[in-house]
């Protein structure tokens, strides 16, 4: 037995936290992972998730060889093929599709890692020189970054330590002790110096309810609520006026369109007292430094592009952005000086332009034929980093493309996902314990090293090699394809981070403003603070922010068939599906849950624990009613993002989801959804079920 040692590496989820991690290594395996004391933002602390990395690395069901697929699409059974045999199969596959036309091949990720390396290099590099179609990468944050683009220049903010000294701070769209736990360690330090803690969801999360206030606003009414509070702000003239002069473009526009939302009206299209909507004015109008944490949540809906430019406009209006604890922080991902095209190259794509998909409407785009306008037909996917018959939504749709008998998909994964089984090969991929890699984060300004812990279990090999073999397989002889994983390392930030200093320490420091917007100098065309964006305006949208009605708002829709607003907001101890196989956190979050307010359960005879059906005209999906004050009235919350193979009848919450998209940055409209709920009586046979509908739904 040699001795146990401790290697730094950094946690590759998609969670704004970006944490050191210290993983502990006896004989080639991972005894456990912890926090890093050493780095600020992690303060020696994890999620409980990540906690658990060591078990997830371990996993008994880890895929350890490639596979090949002997059973029917999606039914998971697989028999184990040797490394050679997989790359022949794909390499030849690839080459007869290529020559037809090489936009019939799409890849499809995301962020199963934010891993620089494992995430965007060689992967691209591959499918660049292959000329196959581009992917828009607009499952999460799209429409919040364009709308920040828009309005503040870039992903920046404030720096988030300095929360810590703010005396009101507006947590928003943010389920923040569930989602990023090391914020909220931020926010707890404010309150013990006398700060005043607003959460605004519609969701009573544990944020919620641990706040001073909750405001539960209507899925989808942001921007509303942000109008309505301008309009107490220019009523009672809490206005920076020096600031709005000196550092704001548009401000007599959208002065005029604030004034048309009185806080009666606003709060009724938020559904909230009208009392309340005036006392937030009162406070951000009034308190000084004054800080908003907004989050993801607020912009999954139609007009998510809107809501954000309209909350990113109130720290202007208040000069809240002169103090270092004021301000706004919804990404602080633009401060990272990576070197994209070093790592991407995408000069091989030699002048090709191939077509974008948007990874939002896979569904759709997988049942689409050839088409002038469509392009070719999809005749193979190359998932990785994903799992998107899990998370996409409309599922239908997705399984139906999922299980066509003409397409060859290939899945490289560490579990037999619900993507995984409907691949016809599967390639072992490592875990961020087993490769190297390197980081940025979107929720501090650290730049983070991975090294791996330990060797690569079985036959797994990281997805920069598999991309490497791949080429090499195909014959793409560019020496760029010859880089090995931790060249790439170096690549991704250049001379701009000290490589030694991250060797050494795991991590580096950006050097970035303590308040970056407290003189002006917003990198927008104008420099200012852009309340108006004449490029928006260029392109035939709003130049102002406005309230967009959701795409399923209440009257858009007929509202007797699906009269309740769905949010689908993360599970506590899931990280998107990731880790939803794992056993110790599955018995932490318990099964998939449907939260009712007593009052839209009592109209159906519905009560707690009982398994409920809810439906919409593109799916049913099945779970357990949990009733309670967690949800708000008409608002129902489908929590979590679980394996369908795992929950009952094997569907998941995405069942219901909608493929519309947001009015900025093309994104996902996961919590615009409408659906009808009723309960389900099991019948003493178990296979046959009666659902029963109660005269309050006819
Ligand atoms: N434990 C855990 N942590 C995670 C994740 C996870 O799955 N589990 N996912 C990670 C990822 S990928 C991301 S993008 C982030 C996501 O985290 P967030 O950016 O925080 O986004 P969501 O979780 O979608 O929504 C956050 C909150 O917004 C609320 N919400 C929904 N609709 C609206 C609305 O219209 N207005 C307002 N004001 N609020 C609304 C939801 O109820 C939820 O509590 O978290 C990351 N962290
Ligand atoms: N209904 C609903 N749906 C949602 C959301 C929601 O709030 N509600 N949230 C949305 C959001 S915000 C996001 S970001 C997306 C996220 O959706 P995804 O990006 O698909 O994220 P995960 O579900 O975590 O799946 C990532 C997969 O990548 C794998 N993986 C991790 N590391 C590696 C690696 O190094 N190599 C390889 N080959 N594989 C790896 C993991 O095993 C995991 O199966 O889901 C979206 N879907
Ligand atoms: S998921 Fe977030 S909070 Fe958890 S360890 Fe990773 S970065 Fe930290
Ligand atoms: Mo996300």
């Known amino acids: 037995m040699t001795e146990a040692h401790d290697i730094v590496g950094a946690c590759p989820?998609?969670?704004?936290?970006?944490?050191?991690?210290?993983?502990?290594?006896?004989?080639?395996?991972?005894?456990?992972?912890?926090?890093?004391?050493?780095?600020?933002?992690?303060?020696?602390?994890?999620?409980?998730?990540?906690?658990?990395?060591?078990?997830?690395?371990?996993?008994?069901?880890?895929?350890?060889?490639?596979?090949?697929?002997?059973?029917?699409?999606?039914?998971?059974?697989?028999?184990?093929?040797?490394?050679?045999?997989?790359?022949?199969?794909?390499?030849?596959?690839?080459?007869a599709i290529a020559a037809r036309d090489a936009e019939a091949i799409l890849p499809y990720s995301y962020c199963g890692t934010m891993g620089l390396v494992q995430g965007e290099s060689m992967d691209r590099r591959f499918f660049h020189r292959l000329g196959a179609s581009l992917l828009e990468r607009t499952i999460c944050a799209t429409a919040g970054a364009e709308a920040l683009n828009h309005t503040l220049g870039g992903k920046?903010?404030?720096?988030?330590?300095?929360?810590?000294?703010?005396?009101?701070?507006?947590?928003?769209?943010?389920?923040?002790?569930?989602?990023?736990?090391?914020?909220?360690?931020?926010?707890?330090?404010?309150?013990?110096?006398?700060?005043?803690?607003?959460?605004?969801?519609?969701?009573?999360?544990?944020?919620?309810?641990?706040?001073?206030?909750?405001?539960?606003?209507?899925?989808?009414?942001?921007?509303?609520?942000?109008?309505?509070?301008?309009?107490?702000?220019?009523?009672?003239?809490?206005?920076?006026?020096?600031?709005?002069?000196?550092?704001?473009?548009g401000w007599p526009q959208l002065r005029e369109r604030a004034l048309q939302w009185p806080p009666e009206r606003a709060a009724a299209v938020c559904g909230i007292p009208v009392q309340q909507l005036r006392d937030l004015a009162r406070a951000w109008g009034t308190t000084r430094p004054a800080a908003i944490r907004l989050n993801y949540g607020v912009q999954r809906c139609a007009g998510g592009g809107n809501a954000v430019r309209a909350i990113a406009c109130l720290p202007a209006l208040t000069g809240a952005w002169r103090h270092r604890a004021g301000g706004l922080l919804l990404s602080s991902g633009g401060n990272f000086p990576v070197d994209r095209a070093a790592l991407q190259r995408p000069e091989l794509l030699a002048g090709r332009r191939p077509r974008t998909l948007n990874m939002v409407t896979l569904g759709d785009d997988l049942l689409r034929e050839s088409s002038a306008a469509f392009g070719p037909k999809v005749e193979?996917?190359?998932?990785?980093?994903?799992?998107?018959?899990?998370?996409?939504?409309?599922?239908?749709?997705?399984?139906?493309?999922?299980?066509?008998?003409?397409?060859?998909?290939?899945?490289?994964?560490?579990?037999?996902?619900?993507?995984?089984?409907?691949?016809?090969?599967?390639?072992?991929?490592?875990?961020?314990?087993?490769h190297w890699d390197i980081h940025l984060a979107y929720g501090h300004t650290d730049v983070l090293l991975n090294r791996p812990a330990i060797a690569p279990l079985g036959q797994a090999w990281s997805n920069a090699r598999i991309f490497r073999a791949l080429a090499a397989r195909m014959g793409f002889d560019e020496p760029c394809f010859q880089d090995d994983d931790e060249a790439l390392c170096r690549q991704a930030y250049g001379d701009k981070v000290d490589w030694d200093e991250?060797?050494?320490?795991?991590?580096?420091?950006?050097?970035?403003?303590?308040?970056?917007?407290?003189?002006?100098?917003?990198?927008?065309?104008?420099?200012?603070?852009?309340?108006?964006?004449?490029?928006?305006?260029?392109?035939?949208?709003?130049?102002?922010?406005?309230?967009?009605?959701?795409?399923?708002?209440?009257?858009?829709?007929?509202?007797?068939?699906?009269?309740?607003?769905?949010?689908?907001?993360?599970?506590?101890?899931?990280?998107?599906?990731?880790?939803?196989?794992?056993?110790?956190?599955?018995?932490?979050?318990?099964?998939?849950?449907l939260e009712m307010h007593p009052c839209d359960a009592a109209a159906r005879g519905i009560v707690s624990g009982q398994m409920v059906r809810v439906f919409n005209a593109r799916g049913s999906y099945h779970c357990k009613a949990q009733v309670g004050e967690r949800a708000r009235p008409g608002v129902v919350n489908g929590l979590g993002v679980w394996w369908r193979k795992l929950g009952p009848r094997g569907t998941n919450v995405n069942e219901l989801t909608s493929q519309q998209l947001t009015d900025l940055g093309r994104g996902p409209t996961f919590h615009d959804c409408r659906v009808q709920v009723e309960r389900v009586v099991v019948a003493p046979d178990p296979v046959t079920e009666v659902v029963e509908r109660s005269t309050a739904d006819v």
């Open 13 to 95: 989820h998609d969670c704004p936290d970006t944490c050191s991690l210290i993983t502990t290594v006896q004989d080639g395996r991972a005894l456990r992972v912890r926090g890093n004391p050493a780095h600020p933002h992690t303060a020696g602390v994890l999620c409980t998730k990540v906690s658990r990395y060591a078990e997830r690395t371990h996993h008994p069901e880890r895929v350890l060889t490639p596979l090949r697929r002997v059973g029917a699409k999606g039914e998971g059974r697989f028999e184990p093929i040797s490394w050679d045999a997989a790359l022949d199969e794909i390499a030849t596959r690839l080459t």
């Open 502 to 593: 991250l060797l050494q320490h795991g991590f580096v420091s950006l050097k970035v403003p303590e308040a970056p917007f407290a003189d002006g100098g917003f990198p927008t065309p104008s420099g200012r603070c852009e309340f108006y964006s004449a490029r928006l305006a260029a392109q035939g949208l709003d130049g102002l922010p406005d309230h967009v009605p959701n795409h399923e708002a209440v009257g858009v829709m007929p509202e007797g068939d699906y009269p309740l607003a769905l949010i689908t907001p993360p599970a506590r101890h899931f990280l998107n599906s990731s880790f939803v196989n794992v056993q110790s956190l599955r018995s932490i979050e318990g099964e998939p849950l």
């Open 380 to 434: 193979a996917l190359i998932v990785y980093n994903s799992n998107p018959v899990a998370v996409a939504p409309e599922s239908p749709k997705v399984v139906r493309g999922f299980v066509r008998e003409d397409l060859f998909t290939v899945v490289l994964e560490q579990f037999r996902t619900d993507t995984a089984d409907h691949a016809d090969i599967v390639l072992p991929a490592t875990t961020q314990l087993e």
């Open 156 to 249: 920046l903010g404030m720096q988030v330590e300095y929360f810590a000294e703010s005396r009101l701070i507006l947590i928003w769209g943010s389920n923040a002790i569930a989602s990023h736990l090391h914020f909220w360690r931020l926010a707890q330090q404010a309150r013990r110096a006398g700060a005043r803690l607003v959460c605004i969801d519609p969701r009573r999360t544990e944020t919620a309810e641990k706040c001073d206030e909750h405001v539960a606003l209507l899925p989808g009414t942001d921007a509303a609520l942000a109008l309505g509070l301008m309009h107490e702000l220019i009523v009672h003239d809490w206005l920076d006026h020096d600031y709005i002069e000196r550092h704001t473009l």
